[in-house]
């Protein structure tokens, strides 16, 4: 593979979103609430949220917003009947405050030698802004959702990789642990490659151990980095 | 000021445009060119090719696109008739390799560790992502004009930082050595630091030393570094 840049899904591929949202709710919430079971209440909403901006229901806003909508009825899943205005908007930035995964800033700094380094995500610009100054993640830029507009796997996404780095697509390697993202990538011309991440949902089933579809398949950032000769 | 963010116009304010582009002529067109009247005759025709697109005479094409345009007349200026494709693609990447001022990146990486840090520049993406890993500029993010498809000072540029950014428009500061470039921020809402460089345009006559208008008038990002406390 003759890769320029590699564009990296974030949430569950480079950060640990269910132990970050766990960690907020618990210290926002207090203690009588069961903070992992929010945290996947609120993320069961995200792609019935995300829907209705990409059918063309409604115009293109922010992760922030979306998380915001769709949180008191995540809250009301774990018995939580309103929380005050501030308590919310603090809730929502717990998506700005999440840790990666241990071997995501060692992989990356390796794979940022060699490629432009870029997520190519739905979270905000300021989202991911805020993700990489909190933990070093080594980004050349910021792709992804807000830049273009639209949500993936709406096709504008992944075109807006190539263009805005002017590479062929062939030479842009899409990096996800979810077979889906990295199937909608692949059928844009993008070569992809599968992170496992056991952890992503917890004590849940893993759903792939490989992606067969995938250029690679990996099971850590450091892995990939090696794989690519870094 | 209570700054969240240092946006930077990048060609004489962040890089040396005039020896950069002279430096690449003159490896490629050979002694008998004069390399730095070319570097002028170009610049020369930066803002005009801009204007059709702002005037809405033309959609949105990256700057590349336009130096290309402009590379012929240019070249005529100077007494080259024409030249090979192969060298007209590498002359129009001499923008993408511009070397820093002595104090941009010392300054750049002192400002980065309170504010969030991004080009705000008519250069396109990769241009901007280029000269960044060619140098070391610390930039968070790449904004500009080809993130928004508009070319400053189209107020769409300057609305971009503080919307990608979730900043009130007066956390934001834009720095740029041209007077113009800042009105067009400040009448958008942003906070302004002029930088003084005597040597943009070489020998040419310096039109101001520092800028009424502006929150502040530096003469390096040193400077402005420790104006801003860092």
Do not use: I
């Not at 949202?21 to 926002?28: G, K, N, T």
């Not at 019935?48 to 063309?56: Q, T």
């Amino acid at each position: 593979m003759d890769v320029g840049a590699v564009v990296c899904d974030v949430f569950g591929t480079v950060v640990d979103w269910r132990t970050g949202v766990a960690r907020e709710a618990a210290r926002l919430l207090g203690p009588d609430v069961d903070a992992v079971a929010f945290a996947d209440a609120w993320r069961a909403r995200y792609r019935p949220s995300m829907e209705w901006v990409r059918s063309g229901g409604r115009p293109f806003v922010p992760l922030d917003v979306l998380h915001r909508e769709s949180l008191p009825s995540a809250l009301a899943e774990v018995g939580v009947a309103a929380v005050p205005d501030d308590v919310a908007d603090e809730l929502v930035l717990a998506w700005h405050r999440l840790d990666p995964w241990p071997d995501a800033v060692p992989g990356l700094t390796r794979l940022r030698r060699r490629f432009v380094l870029a997520p190519l995500s739905n979270g905000g610009v300021r989202l991911q802004v805020d993700l990489a100054r909190r933990s070093g993640l080594p980004w050349d830029l910021v792709l992804g959702a807000e830049v273009v507009g639209h949500y993936k796997p709406d096709p504008e996404v992944y075109d807006s990789a190539p263009r805005l780095l002017e590479l062929a697509p062939s030479r842009v390697l899409m990096v996800a642990a979810h077979t889906d993202d990295l199937a909608a990538a692949r059928s844009r011309g993008l070569r992809t490659a599968y992170v496992h991440r056991p952890h992503e949902f917890g004590g849940d089933p893993v759903p792939a151990l490989t992606d067969p579809g995938a250029d690679l398949s990996v099971g850590s950032f450091e892995e990939l980095a090696t794989a690519l000769g870094c």
